[in-house]
């Protein structure tokens, strides 16, 4: 495998955690815990499992996510307010 940049210096990180799986979305004021939202190539469920490049950063085969997405995928309230201005 080969990143976009070029690289072969990859690493493959893997997690299985089940529903103690936390994650922050400061720009949406939004943060939540239990079975991971599926990400496609990084998350779902019980696992975390990426692939990224240790030169430039890219997770592998990953493709831009959008808000309305994760709105749509989280179901984030427009009220939803969780996080506080120390997460911004
Ligand atoms: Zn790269």
């Known amino acids: 495998m080969t990143c976009i940049c070029g690289s072969e210096r990859l690493m493959n ?3 299985h955690a089940k529903d103690l799986q936390n994650w922050r979305i400061p ?7 239990g079975y991971a939202p599926k990400i496609p190539n990084v998350c779902e ?4 499992d990426f692939t ?3 030169d430039c950063g890219h997770i592998q ?4 996510i ?3 997405f ?4 989280l179901g984030i309230e427009e009220t939803d307010s969780a996080l506080g201005d120390e997460y911004e």
């Open 61 to 64: 085969n990953f493709k831009q």
């Open 52 to 54: 990224f490049c240790l």
């Open 13 to 15: 990180l893997y997690g």
């Open 45 to 48: 469920g019980d696992d975390i």
């Open 27 to 33: 720009h949406l004021h939004h943060e939540d815990d």
């Open 70 to 73: 994760l709105i749509e995928l």
């Open 66 to 68: 959008s808000d309305e």
